[in-house]
């Protein structure tokens, strides 16, 4: 964990959970059961956090370099948003281009992949990333610029604008 705040909440909420859920079992069983708890509210956390760097780190390359403060979130709310006021045909739109950039994903080559997915959905960094890959850092680099140029490449050639 990164960042402390996270870890004491997700530290927290796997206590919450056990409490709730298992409070009425044996004490002997509670730092297994704990273990699990934690382990599962971590994934979930990685999870999420994989979604919005996605997001991030695409949508990043449709935005030219003077325009620093424009958030590329921004332009697609998550499908569970509290914001459901857009027109269905909005809603039908953001619904298509999220599947067109899930297909372009699948498209990239397999080490672009790998290394994109690892840098950006997994939060790796650079060395852990070469590491996990068997190569080195440099190709990481150039495997994950070559993918989001792909992938930008890709959405702009179908039309697609953030």
């Not at 909440?9 to 297994?32: F, N, R, S």
């Not at 998550?78 to 739109?93: C, G, I, M, R, T």
């Not at 397999?110 to 950006?120: I, S, V």
Request: charged content about 30%; some cysteine.
């Amino acid at each position: 964990m990164r960042n402390e705040e996270s870890a004491l909440d997700i530290v927290q909420d796997a206590m919450m959970k056990l409490a709730e859920k298992y409070g009425d079992k044996p004490l002997e069983e509670l730092p297994m059961l704990f273990q699990r708890i934690l382990q599962n509210v971590i994934r979930d956390y990685y999870r999420r956090q994989k979604v919005r760097s996605l997001w991030t780190t695409l949508l990043s390359a449709f935005s030219g370099p003077e325009d620093d403060e424009h958030d590329p979130l921004e332009t697609i709310e998550s499908a569970d948003s509290e914001h459901k006021s857009e027109s269905p045909q909005a809603q039908l739109e953001q619904r298509q281009t999220l599947g067109v950039i899930e297909k372009e994903i699948e498209k990239l080559p397999p080490r672009q992949r790998e290394a994109f997915l690892m840098r950006y959905w997994e939060e790796m960094d650079i060395a852990e990333t070469a590491a996990a890959m068997g190569c080195s850092e440099g190709s990481v680099k150039t495997h994950c610029s070559r993918a989001t140029h792909t992938l930008a490449a890709a959405l702009a050639a179908k039309g697609i604008t953030l």
